[in-house]
């Protein structure tokens, strides 16, 4: 195996402070003098506020219920029975590889900075831009698949409560821009509240699940194990039941995105 170096940042002088209590990068070296220097932030999300977002941002019950046609359509009840497994296992896999990186060398960017320190020498800056990039693309694609999702869901209530309404597909794009419009200038100007909409967002995650299990425990129709466990369906023309199963792991695997 090739060897992998840690290189130390080239150093300065110390962190500065501005008038707001943000830091600024600090580029100096630890030293005797310095190493007791605390970078000092200011604090926007409380401990509660901030947990209250990991744990929305995961959406995972949410992402299930609004996605469930995607797997019913494609390998039917047994692909997302045991779908769920096979994407719980990979994601604690990778949550393994994730945290032995991050006891290594703890970060508070994007793995572009584990990238940079473990690649081979010769691909490092190559391999780096590349990985940098990709988690740059995948914020994009997370935020376009979140506002698709929830204008499907928008225009599915407006269909269920107005009869005569046509829903057309540049209503969802529509839709999409409008949402996306929306959290921009809510991001930009009224910023103070965001912690405190996720913390109502964090609560309502928790209080909906509960109902949900309430309702559908006792009001929805039994199926049986066999119809659970070994039920395949593929209603989007795919012949092949191994790609069609495939396809349905997209809705367990979107919880974990």
């Given amino acids: 195996m090739e060897d992998y170096e840690l290189r130390e940042a080239k150093l300065g002088a110390h962190a500065s402070v501005d008038e707001h209590m943000v830091a600024n990068a600090y580029p100096g070296q630890r030293t ?11 604090r926007v999300f ?36 045991w779908g769920i497994i096979i994407v719980v296992a990979g994601a604690l896999a990778q949550s393994a590889s994730l945290a032995e990186m991050a006891s290594a060398q703890p970060i508070a960017g994007a793995q572009y900075h584990w990238t940079n320190t473990f690649a081979p020498i010769r691909q490092r800056r ?15 694609s997370t935020l376009a698949g979140v506002a698709n999702t929830s204008a499907y ?24 821009f409008a949402l996306l419009i929306v959290e921009g200038l809510m991001n930009m100007y009224t910023w103070v509240f965001i912690p405190w909409i996720e913390l109502l967002a964090g609560v309502l995650h ?27 369906a593929s209603n989007t023309g795919w012949s092949n039941a191994f790609i069609s199963f495939n396809l349905g792991l997209m809705t367990p695997t979107w919880g974990f995105v």
């Fill in 32 to 42: 005797e003098q310095t190493r007791d220097t605390r970078t000092r932030v200011r």
């Fill in 46 to 81: 409380s401990f509660a506020q901030i947990f209250f977002f990991a744990l929305t941002y995961m959406s995972s019950w949410e992402t299930m219920a609004l996605n469930l046609q995607a797997t019913l359509n494609n390998g039917g009840p047994r692909a997302l029975a």
């Fill in 126 to 140: 190559f391999i780096t831009w590349m990985q940098g990039w990709i988690t740059w693309f995948a914020w994009v």
């Fill in 153 to 176: 869901m928008l225009q599915s209530l407006v269909v269920a409560n107005y009869p005569n309404y046509v829903p057309e597909a540049y209503h969802v794009t529509l839709i999409i």
């Fill in 206 to 232: 928790i209080l909906l699940f509960v109902i949900f299990v309430v309702v559908l425990v006792t009001l929805a129709p039994r199926h049986n194990a066999d119809f659970v466990f070994t039920q395949q």
